[in-house]
T-cell receptor
Framework: AQSVTQLGSHVSVSEGALVLLRCNYS??????LFWYVQYPNQGLQLLLK??????LVKGINGFEAEFKKSETSFHLTKPSAHMSDAAEYFC????????????FGTGTQLKVEL | GAVVSQHPSRVICKSGTSVKIECRSL??????MFWYRQFPKQSLMLMAT?????????EQGVEKDKFLINHASLTLSTLTVTSAHPEDSSFYIC????????????FGSGTRLTVV
């Protein structure tokens, strides 16, 4: 079985500051990892995903994440936060052994302050 | 890009009635559709997985007779909440994948169900 843990249910940053949202995974097989963003009362929008190949993945809106097998991590970063980045962020894992289901972390609410 | 349309976005129903939520893939054929439930300030909980033309696979603890899922075509899946009660009030979200990109999960915009 696979799972993800998101450290920090709430993260607050100043506009222009670095954004770092943490995600650690547990999987007995090579994982496929995803980051999604959710705005209030909306569905999820894919930011980026790691399946195979390059471990540094670039996504939309300036976000990127690095797959680190040794640390079982897939942290999401953005060099400079913008007010529009305020939202809920979910890390998810899809394991080969688990079929094609996604397992989501508990989410991190990002607040961006002036 | 792949788009999933989910309707209605909001629905209020009386306790004891049934509500149907539709999820349509607009520009692709969805081989698999997923239905999630999300409580306020919480993560998404997978309720069931459905493949076109076959019965849905429900997650443990999800009442299949209360949450009826139909995936009759490659572009439409429906979730019917039968005999709804206030505790069924939640945000329901569908997601779909397609053969050309099995890692391309596309989500609907969600349905806010309130049972009064």
């Amino acid at each position: 079985a696979q799972s993800v843990t998101q450290l920090g249910s709430h993260v607050s940053v100043s506009e222009g500051a670095l954004v770092l949202l943490r995600c650690n995974y547990s999987s007995s097989v090579p994982p496929y990892l995803f980051w999604y963003v959710q705005y209030p009362n909306q569905g999820l929008q894919l930011l980026l995903k790691y399946t195979t190949g390059a471990t540094l993945v670039k996504g939309i809106n300036g976000f990127e994440a690095e797959f680190k097998k040794s640390e079982t991590s897939f942290h999401l970063t953005k060099p400079s936060a913008h007010m529009s980045d305020a939202a809920e962020y979910f890390c998810a894992v899809r394991g080969v052994g688990g079929g094609n289901k996604l397992t989501f972390g508990t989410g991190t609410q990002l607040k961006v302050e002036l | 890009g792949a788009v999933v349309s989910q309707h209605p976005s909001r629905v209020i129903c009386k306790s004891g009635t049934s509500v149907k939520i539709e999820c349509r893939s607009l520009d692709f054929q969805a081989t698999t559709m997923f239905w999630y439930r999300q409580f306020p300030k919480q993560s998404l909980m997978l309720m069931a997985t459905s493949n076109e033309g076959s019965k849905a696979t429900y997650e443990q603890g999800v009442e299949k007779d209360k949450f009826l899922i139909n995936h009759a075509s490659l572009t439409l899946s429906t979730l019917t909440v039968t005999s709804a009660h206030p505790e069924d009030s939640s945000f329901y979200i569908c997601s779909a994948t397609w053969d050309r990109d099995v890692y391309g999960y596309t989500f609907g915009s969600g349905t806010r169900l309130t049972v009064v």
